[in-house]
């Protein structure tokens, strides 16, 4: 059975930074390209970023494009996403997602069938 848990939102000052973890079970994490996706109150779920599971290369929003950075570390089945200069429309439920099966990818939400809880970040101005 796959899991995803998420941790690390919070309130944050504009400016300031914070750091999200999604740790994953249930899958052979290193053949997994993993995702960031968020969802901020009447709006639709966005893609944010994700690290495919070959040479660990990424892809972003360009909303979040040089303020965020994902990245992933194999030996704990981990996948991070640090924000900096966090602004007051970054302010979502995050969630970290996996697809249904390995080698796969993508900036979708389709792309994905796993999902965590998601984790709550707001940004006050």
């Known amino acids: 059975q796959v899991q995803l848990v998420e941790s690390g939102g919070g309130l944050v000052q504009a400016g300031g930074s914070l750091r999200l973890s999604c740790a994953a079970s249930?899958?052979?994490?290193?053949?997994?390209?993993m995702g960031w996706f968020r969802q901020a109150p009447g709006k639709e779920r966005e893609f944010v970023a994700a690290?495919?599971?070959?040479?660990?290369?990424?892809s972003y929003s360009d909303s979040v494009k040089g303020r965020f950075t994902i990245s992933r570390d194999n030996a704990k089945n981990t996948v991070y996403l640090q924000m900096n200069s966090l602004k007051p429309e970054d302010t979502a439920v995050y969630y970290c997602?996996?697809?249904?099966?390995?080698?796969?990818?993508?900036?979708?939400?389709?792309?994905?069938?796993?999902w965590g809880q998601g984790t709550q970040v707001t940004v006050s101005s």
């Open positions: 249930g899958l052979t994490f290193n053949y997994y390209s």
């Open positions: 997602a996996a697809p249904k099966e390995p080698l796969r990818s993508g900036v979708r939400s389709r792309d994905y069938d796993y």
């Open positions: 690290v495919y599971w070959s040479r660990g290369t990424t």
